[in-house]
């Protein structure tokens, strides 16, 4: 049998490789691949569809390579070191699809490519410029990749025989000025992240009908650029220059569903996320002093972490009602309003670290899966602002002020899974002790920490050290009196039984950001 196996899969090989050139390996799928090539290997089977060239060191190609391979429809040539093409190199391939030549040495794009093309991939060379020739009779064209090369204007006309382009990546440039409008009836999307743009063409998206998703990140705005189409659903604009919002620079985009605008010098909104459709927002690290009025009713997620936010108030998030993911880490928040997120439905993480809370805050939605507190100042934690969290299953309390626990505020979180209380000015009695053993039997993931007080335990760990553990003698009351405290606390537990909860036993919108 195994003989009959090997002779098999000999026979297959050699089938599949038929006359396949040296450094190459050639499928049944018309795909050929080649390593450690210094030009395009002669005798390339006829039929080839999809050749494979790239991570090679092929400095340059002639018009005579792929003369004969008019079946290729896929031809990739990425990291090769390729600093020219002559004129013609591809003309041949008249069913070429996909041509990829990313991160090479290219100052120009190649000349008098082949109708088919669909997607042509041009990112990470040293073109400096583009002109109309470069996409002529390009009919068919989807997807064009310039990102990371050298150009710093584009002309209106330059793509204009490119007329069913939908995806066009220019990020990474040094783009400065676009002289017009870009006439492409069919593109979806448009990113120019990371250039220098300060302002777009009065009618610039007046022939971008169909534009879907726009990232102008990166780049010298000062504003919300104005005439965006109505239909568009993503907008980013990270890292620019923009002070402030106001409603006109949105309320005509019913559509948008996405807005993205950390790092900016935003410090009023002015109610301009009034959109119905609007369901992720960023505005992180800007210079909010309050989270914006008029928050939509479908909001899924809002960061307004790094900011000046002081408070947060009932009326700021009244009829939230969808909104999932919260950010507010990184604020100067120090009060928050009882019941302030008592609107907020589904809320399932909600992030308040690095702020400065005294006190746990209060009448949490019941829909917490995640809550994150660390790098306040709470002191205590009481069970009346626990006791509806029984869907918790991560609860951060990590760099506060707390001494000690109440072993009864985790009978009211059954579900929870990790615990994080490292960084904490701990009183290391036996008492503390004593609650280890409630914990250790839930079998959390627990961080404890070290003692502050008394003296002489200072830096032990409390959920670990023997020297406390025996201080309190621990077997003894471990084999007598823990029984009977454990015992007592499990009839609290039965009285907020998981069993009792709605919905799955694990959450399924679980939104994993980092507490550490």
Not at 40 to 56: S, Y
Not at 111 to 128: A, D, F, H, M, T
Not at 469 to 478: E, P, Q
Request: with cysteine; hydrophobic share 35%.
């Amino acid at each position: 049998m195994l003989l009959f196996i090997s002779f098999s899969m000999l026979t297959f090989l050699i089938e599949c490789q038929g006359d396949c050139p040296t450094r190459c390996v050639c499928d049944a799928s018309k795909s050929v691949q080649c390593y450690r090539v210094t030009t395009v290997p002669k005798a390339i089977p006829t039929d080839t569809r999809k050749l494979h060239l790239g991570h090679n060191n092929i400095k340059q190609l002639r018009a005579s390579d792929f003369g004969g391979l008019n079946g290729i429809e896929e031809l990739a040539l990425s990291s090769c070191g390729m600093e020219a093409t002559e004129a013609y190199t591809f003309s041949t391939l008249t069913n070429l699809r996909t041509l990829e030549l990313w991160k090479n040495k290219l100052k120009h794009v190649p000349s008098k490519l082949p109708s088919n093309v669909e997607v042509l991939k041009l990112g990470n060379n040293r073109i400096q410029a583009l002109c109309e020739a470069d996409f002529e009779g390009l009919a068919k064209l989807k997807v064009l990749d310039l990102q990371n090369n050298k150009i710093s204007i584009i002309h209106s006309s330059v793509l204009s025989s490119a007329v069913s382009l939908e995806n066009l990546i220019l990020d990474s440039n040094r783009l400065e000025l676009l002289s017009g409008p870009l006439r492409l009836a069919y593109l979806k999307r448009l990113s120019m992240q990371n250039n220098r743009l300060s302002s777009l063409p009065l009618n610039f998206f007046n022939f971008l009908p169909s534009l879907r998703f726009l990232s102008l990140s990166g780049n010298k705005f000062l504003k919300i650029p104005q005439g965006m189409p109505p239909s568009l659903w993503s907008l980013k604009m990270d890292k620019n220059l923009i002070s402030e919002l106001e409603m006109q620079d949105l309320n005509y985009l019913s559509h948008l569903f996405e807005l993205s605008l950390s790092e900016n010098q935003i410090s009023t909104a002015n109610n301009a996320l009034t959109l119905s459709n609007l369901s992720t927002v960023d505005l992180s690290k800007n210079q909010l002093k309050a989270i914006p009025a008029g928050l939509p009713s479908h909001l899924r997620m809002l960061d307004c972490s790094h900011n000046f936010i002081q408070k947060i108030t009932l009326q700021e998030f009244s009829g939230v009602c969808g909104l999932k993911h919260l950010f507010l880490e990184y604020n100067n928040i120090t009060n928050i309003d009882l019941d302030a997120l008592q609107h907020c439905l589904q809320l399932s993480d909600l992030a308040l670290e690095q702020n400065h809370l005294s006190s746990f805050p209060k009448g949490l939605p019941v829909t917490l899966v995640r809550l994150d507190l660390k790098g306040n100042n709470i002191q205590d934690i009481c069970k009346e602002t626990v006791k509806n969290l029984k869907r918790l299953q991560v609860l951060n309390l990590r760099n506060n002020k707390l001494s000690s626990l109440n072993p009864e505020v985790f009978t009211y979180v059954p579900r929870l899974r990790q615990l994080y209380l490292d960084g904490n000015p701990w009183n290391c009695t036996c008492d503390l002790i004593r609650i280890r053993d409630l914990l250790t039997a839930k079998q959390l993931e627990i961080k404890s920490g070290n003692c502050a007080t008394p003296a002489y335990y200072q830096g032990e760990n409390w959920l670990s050290s023997t020297k406390i553990l025996n201080s309190c003698g621990y077997n003894i009351w471990h084999s007598v009196r823990g029984k009977s405290f454990l015992a007592s606390y499990a009839k609290v537990a039965q009285n907020h039984d998981s069993s009792d909860i709605n919905g799955p036993t694990d959450y399924e919108d679980y939104y994993d950001y980092d507490t550490y």
